[in-house]
């Protein structure tokens, strides 16, 4: 048989199961975009979308074995098209300057910052002496203020305060989470805090369809939490309607120690959970009755009254990535029972992927994104390779448990890895955590919340509430005592930008593709892994306003303050797959570490007089630039152009790497949209 034979015979063995790649090749194309160091002009894309739609005629002219070549080029430039398309749709003024003055605004979410704080974001906002046109259409306000008279903001509510707001940060470090794109996307131009009391205005007003579910969303969190107290309705608020603002940072550490964090995110197993609940119930109320029973489509009611309910969870659930996707799961599913065709499938993961991916490409970026897809098409693979396979595998009467301990591990596996990459810890007893919680979730906390938001109207919520509150107790009873155990959790180095494209690529190659040639999906995997084990940490790091400085030493990262910049000094030493806090990273620091000065204070630049060509130095305040200080010297005022910068000795000199050059000039940086 001829080479030309043998590719004809390995791609139509793929008929059929090209539909999903159609995501996989959309995805590249957003990843490219995202990864483009500078923006796309107009003709540019103008150009682009003629390469689109000359490819798509090539295709339907080329032979069977060729054209999904030509279809997937067209889809990789497609979803770079997408994903300019969506970022240019959300523009919107970003605040260019450090402002300090009265703030006014509509509260449109709630929630909590990493310090604990409580968090408001307003939109229709009003900034002292900025015109209109130049103001950002929504800001984020950290509320630190201790004083009296205070209002508790809801829904609707204008408010005002006097607020320290500024543009949103770029990475912490060349090549770190850009939290300039997130903030474009979410449409936030501008971030701080406020020390002084939220004053309300005016009473909450009518809103459109959002403002309405915020409310709803609100008002039931509220009422979970007034039947259960403290961080067990906290819990009971996050996983029915979002609402994370009431669960204290204690226990979401011990969730993410534990591996049980998931738990929290209304994804694949809430919506699934919900939906076989009121599916189950629909089938035996109509099995109650003779007519209902045999001469109604009693499958296609319950699928439809369990769309319903998932529709329901998906708007007062606040719609984050992974609800869509376990919506649109779900509904794909519902829809399939409706006209008796297979429910889950590798197909409907894809379509999922579409919709989201087209909705917001931006999505694929986080790890909500990869990590619910990762798990859902592991788990779908799995259980179909199990289904198709000859024989029984299984005993009936362990299948039930089979099944958990199925679901958990290849859950856990595909993605433990992502989880790794994003928060660089791995829960080394995660898998025993998820048998003892995940159980539970389904056969008391769901049922127990879909019988309370059925007896709400009447009053009688309190019952399912308080039998939703022990499963709630025992699960955060377990991620406790699993969170403190010895050697609960390890940390592992932020991986390069090739490793996680490069594992998805091998483990979407080793699940999609048909026939032998799928094993070549293992070398890719083991590659990524090989590239992670070999990266390397610059040995010094220096934050986008010199307020804080980092040196590699062999006893770990050593900080030049205990306490200043800590969001940077976190993401720096997870960044390392340092487990230490700031306090003991400051303690390592010596003072003048391989050549570094950091100068703290204007004191301390006063009585600063000069040094060698060969030393670095770092102010937290401006220093004169006309002065030849007789070495590099770091200030805000230069860092102001660079961003965050990484130092590497070599041979000839310190080798600079700024967050600006990797990260490059794109719409959610550009100074143009600060003006």
């Not at 550490?253 to 959970?273: F, K, P, T, V, Y």
């Not at 006893?555 to 030049?560: E, K, N, V």
Request: hydrophobic fraction near 50%; include cysteine; aromatic fraction near 8%.
């Amino acid at each position: 048989m001829g080479l030309w034979n043998q590719f004809s015979a390995v791609m139509l063995r793929q008929r059929g199961h090209l539909f999903c790649w159609v995501p996989v090749c959309l995805a590249l194309g957003m990843g490219w975009y995202f990864s483009l160091r500078a923006e796309p002009t107009g003709g540019v894309l103008a150009a682009v979308a003629c390469v689109v739609v000359v490819l798509a005629v090539v295709a339907r002219a080329l032979p069977e074995i060729t054209a999904p070549f030509a279809v997937g080029a067209a889809l990789v430039l497609l979803g770079l098209l997408l994903a300019a398309f969506r970022a240019h749709s959300v523009a919107a003024p970003v605040l260019g300057w450090r402002y300090y003055g009265p703030l006014e605004g509509r509260v449109m979410a709630l929630d909590r910052s990493q310090s604990d704080a409580p968090r408001v974001t307003l939109d229709q906002v009003r900034l002292d002496r900025v015109p209109p046109a130049r103001t950002p259409p929504r800001v984020r306000v950290s509320l630190h203020s201790t004083l009296p008279g205070a209002i508790t903001p809801t829904p609707g509510m204008q408010v005002m305060t006097t607020a320290h707001l500024s543009p949103p940060a770029g990475p912490v470090e060349p090549g770190g989470f850009d939290f300039q794109r997130y903030a474009w996307f979410a449409e936030l131009g501008a971030v701080g805090y406020s020390r002084v009391p939220l004053l309300g205005m005016a009473e909450p007003v009518e809103g459109g369809i959002a403002l309405i579910l915020f409310r709803l969303r609100m008002a039931a969190s509220a009422r979970v939490r007034a039947h259960l107290p403290g961080d067990i309705g906290g819990f009971a608020a996050a996983i029915t309607t979002g609402d994370r603002s009431a669960i204290s940072q204690d226990a979401l550490q011990d969730l993410r120690s534990s591996n049980l964090a998931h738990l929290l995110a209304i994804s694949g197993l809430h919506m699934g959970l919900l939906s076989g609940v009121v599916f189950g119930a629909t089938r035996l109320l109509l099995a109650l009755h003779p007519v209902t029973a045999t001469r109604w489509p009693s499958r296609s009611i319950a699928a439809g009254a369990a769309l319903i309910a998932a529709t329901g969870y998906l708007a007062l659930s606040g719609g984050n990535v992974a609800t869509e996707r376990a919506y649109v799961m779900c509904a794909v599913a519902l829809c399939a029972l409706m006209i008796g065709r297979r429910a889950i499938s590798l197909r409907a993961v894809a379509m999922a992927g579409i919709i989201v991916l087209t909705l917001r490409p931006e999505a694929l970026m986080g790890p909500g994104f990869q990590m619910s897809f990762a798990a859902t098409t592991a788990l779908v693979a799995v259980f179909g390779w199990i289904r198709d396979f000859e024989g029984e595998v299984i005993p009936k009467r362990l299948r039930p448990v089979a099944a958990v301990v199925i679901s958990s591990t290849v859950a856990g596996i595909a993605t433990a890895p992502i989880s790794a990459a994003h928060f660089n810890t791995i829960a080394h007893y995660g898998l025993v955590a998820n048998l003892l919680s995940v159980p539970l979730m389904g056969v008391l906390v769901i049922p127990a919340a879909v019988l309370a938001a059925i007896l709400a109207p009447f009053g009688g919520e309190g019952i399912p509430l308080w039998a939703m509150g022990l499963g709630l107790e025992w699960i955060l009873t377990v991620a406790d005592v699993v969170a403190h155990l010895p050697g609960a959790r390890s940390f592992v180095p932020g991986p390069g930008g090739w490793v996680l494209p490069l594992l998805s690529l091998g483990f979407l190659w080793l699940v999609l593709w048909q026939g032998h040639l799928r094993w070549f999906g293992l070398p890719a995997i083991m590659l990524s892994f090989a590239l992670w084990q070999g990266t390397t940490r610059p040995d010094v790091l220096i934050a986008d306003t010199g307020t804080l400085v980092g040196v590699m030493t062999p006893a770990g990262r050593a900080l030049s303050k205990d306490k200043a910049a800590g969001f940077v000094a976190r993401n720096w030493l997870e960044n390392d797959g340092d487990g230490a806090d700031q306090a003991v990273a400051a303690q390592r620091w010596a003072g003048q570490e391989k050549g570094i000065i950091h100068l703290s204070g204007k004191r301390a630049v006063a009585a600063f007089s000069g040094c060698q060509p060969e030393k670095v130095v770092v102010a937290s305040v401006d220093m004169t630039t006309a002065r030849d200080w007789g070495c590099q010297v770091y200030d805000p005022l230069r860092l102001r152009e660079t961003g965050a910068i990484a130092l590497n000795k070599s041979a000839q000199g310190w080798e600079v790497t700024t967050a600006k050059d990797r990260a490059g000039t794109r719409l959610w940086n550009s100074r143009q949209q600060r003006q």
